[in-house]
């Protein structure tokens, strides 16, 4: 495989790219608003990748969890089998508590429930999260299908946290849909971006 080379001497000057640079295509797919939601669910396709994008994920119950799920039967069932990992840093508004560390309570070991994306969040008006999550090759047939996470957001005592995960979905089918819900309760509002990119 030859090389390619920029004929430019800082990245902030490049106004072309060589023919033989591959670029891939980010495309937005899909969106969708809360608003009392139980759930928001995406239809996946043949992109190479998922990003999703949380923009102000709001519960109506406090210091529940925003999470995940995903599906191999269009809808029928949420219960695709994941190992993760996950961890979080988090800092209290007194300042009273900083730390950092893995968060075992928030892993799955081939479990089939819901995936934690978040610590507990607020339902206060000025708590909520946000972050994203990548989604690899979901509509291979061959391989198991690696994701990776971050969040950031508001617990209810209150604290920021920076919550992060990453795994496998334990499948060689096609992953053809995606569920994002809270742990209790409905989404109250927020939004979810959903991309596609070749």
């Known amino acids: 495989m030859a090389l390619t080379k920029l004929n430019n001497k800082a990245i902030a000057d490049v106004t072309a790219l060589p023919s033989s640079v591959a670029l891939g295509d980010m495309v937005l797919v899909s969106s969708a608003t809360a608003s009392s ?31 995940f799920n995903m599906s191999i039967d269009s809808g029928s069932n949420y219960n695709v089998a994941k190992t993760t990992t996950s961890f979080r840093a988090i800092h209290t508004e007194d300042n009273s508590t900083a730390l950092l560390g ?72 096609a992953v053809d849909r995606i569920q994002f819900k809270m742990s209790s309760g409905n989404i109250d509002a927020g939004t979810i971006l959903m991309y596609g990119i070749n």
Do not use: W
């Open 37 to 67: 939601s139980a759930s928001l669910t995406f239809t996946l396709a043949d992109y190479k990748e998922y990003q999703f994008y949380f923009v102000n994920m709001h519960p109506q119950t406090d210091g529940v969890q925003f999470q």
């Open 102 to 173: 893995y968060h075992a309570d928030h892993d799955l070991a081939q479990g089939t429930g819901y995936q934690h994306l978040t610590n507990p969040i607020g339902n206060e008006n000025d708590e909520s999260c946000a972050g994203y999550l990548h989604l690899f090759s979901p509509s291979s047939t061959t391989f198991v299908k690696h994701f990776i996470s971050r969040c950031c957001g508001v617990q209810e005592t209150p604290y920021a946290h920076d919550f992060y995960v990453a795994g496998y979905a334990n499948t060689t089918s």
